[in-house]
């Protein structure tokens, strides 16, 4: 019976030293496994070239009323339109006729005058025409995608063409003093 007693003491001892060991390696791995983590999921966040990139400001001062400028934002040119009262109310007149991608224009401009959109044909990614002077706005006085034949608003709306959607309007926020910032 002595001889049960000690045996089962030295049962204990090896249990416990048993456990330990097994706690300790579950630990190890578990720091381990974070420490190998933490760069990784580190590695994943942008960089700073692309922070930088990621929004832009564009000073509207010297952009006169129906005038048009176009940034690079993102790697994508951005149409800036400094909108007329001709154009702001023609644009909001084509509210109410049946659009391919119905959009209000108010839902499109925080402030009427200003349009500001993604110069990409939602079609096949092509560049509209109609930022420049002598280029051609199609048909409702906008833009005009001479790869395919999308015709654009005055809102950026497409109206005419394989275009399944209206150019895109980017987040931005009007900083004040003419100053607005993209993205």
């Keep these: 019976m002595a001889d049960e007693v000690q045996t089962s003491d030295a049962d204990d001892g090896e249990s416990s030293r048993r456990d330990f060991l097994y706690l300790?390696?579950?630990?190890?791995?578990?720091?381990?496994?974070?420490?190998?983590?933490?760069?990784?999921?580190?590695?994943?966040?942008?960089?700073?070239d692309?922070?930088?990139?990621?929004?832009?400001?564009?000073?509207?001062s010297p952009i006169e009323e129906g005038q048009a400028i176009t940034v690079k934002w993102r790697g994508?040119?951005?149409?800036?339109?400094?909108?007329?009262?001709?154009?702001?109310?023609?644009?909001?007149?084509?509210?109410?006729?049946?659009?391919?991608?119905p959009q209000a224009d108010a839902d499109r401009v925080q402030q009427p005058e200003w349009l500001i959109m993604v110069g990409v044909c939602t079609h096949l990614g092509c560049i509209p025409l109609g930022q420049k002077?002598?280029?051609?706005?199609?048909?409702?006085?906008?833009?005009?995608?001479?790869c395919h034949g999308s015709h654009y608003d005055t809102s950026g709306r497409i109206r005419k063409g394989p275009a399944p959607h209206n150019l895109t309007v980017?987040?931005?926020t009007f900083l004040g003093g003419g100053v607005v910032r993209i993205g």
């Design 24 to 48: 300790a390696t579950l630990g190890a791995g578990a720091g381990l496994g974070v420490a190998f983590a933490v760069p990784l999921i580190d590695s994943m966040n942008p960089a700073a």
């Design 50 to 60: 692309v922070l930088a990139l990621s929004s832009i400001e564009v000073d509207l």
């Design 170 to 172: 980017p987040h931005y």
């Design 76 to 101: 994508k040119p951005v149409f800036i339109r400094h909108r007329t009262a001709a154009e702001i109310q023609t644009a909001r007149a084509d509210d109410a006729v049946d659009l391919p991608d």
């Design 133 to 146: 002077t002598g280029d051609p706005h199609g048909e409702f006085g906008g833009w005009f995608c001479p």
